[in-house]
Every structure is written in structure tokens, then in C-alpha cells.
């Protein structure tokens, strides 16, 4: 997948960070974010984590509160953006590379005039 090439790219020499690119039918912006592995619910790990969050350990077991999986998503990628380590409690982490694809209201060519859609 380009998606996957482009990101690792971004990734490994981010002077040269490709932003989107443009094909001759659609416009691909790709982005990574990094998931990870929530620590499960009453473990020394959750505890931890719970800690870094500053949220009182006597919430965990209310039923109001759960970890949201793509909030922790968004705090892992921050900081891993930031040069920051993983929070405690979190042991592992994956790139997740996606694309979104946005079609062209006219093809681009190489010739002068563009083609309508």
C-alpha cells in the first residue's frame, strides 16, 4: 500500500514528510497514529496507568469510568510526537497507517486543458 510506504517514509526521514499526494483521479493525505495495548482492569498496569492520568484509584472501579481506546490512541501518538516515553502501565505500541482519499472534481493531465469528472 502506498499509505503504508509514504508514512514509513515520513517516518524514518521527516525532513522530507510527504503531505499529500496527488494522482490523476483522487488527492491521498495518509497519516500514522499509534495504538496501544490497554492494561486490563484491576491489574498492577491499569493502577499505573491510572496514576499518570491522575484519576482517583476508587473511580476504576465505578462503572462511569473506562478507558476509551481511542483516546489512549491520541495520548500515545502526542506523546510519542512530543519525543516522550510511553505512559506507565502501557507496554506496547503499533503505527496504525491509514489514507484518505478525496476525488478530483476535474483529472489532471499533463496536457493544458483538464478533463470534467
Not at 508514512?7 to 503531505?19: G, I, R, T, Y
Not at 500514522?32 to 484519576?55: C, M, N, R, S
Not at 507496554?91 to 476535474?106: A, H, I, V
Amino acid at each position: 500500500m502506498i499509505s503504508v510506504a509514504i508514512a514509513k517514509q515520513n517516518l524514518e526521514d521527516p525532513a522530507k514528510v510527504v503531505e499529500r499526494i496527488e494522482g490523476e483521479l483522487a488527492t491521498g493525505t495518509p497519516d500514522v497514529t499509534l495504538q496501544a495495548k490497554l492494561p486490563k482492569q484491576g491489574t498492577d498496569e491499569f493502577y499505573q496507568l491510572l496514576d499518570f492520568l491522575k484519576i482517583p484509584r476508587g473511580m476504576a472501579g465505578n462503572s462511569c469510568f473506562k478507558l476509551s481506546w481511542g483516546g489512549m490512541a491520541e495520548l500515545v501518538t502526542q506523546l510519542a510526537e512530543d519525543g516522550r516515553p510511553l505512559p506507565p502501565g502501557v507496554e506496547k505500541s503499533w503505527p496504525l497507517y491509514s489514507t484518505t482519499f478525496r476525488r478530483r472534481k476535474q483529472r489532471k493531465s499533463n496536457d493544458s486543458e483538464d478533463e470534467e469528472l
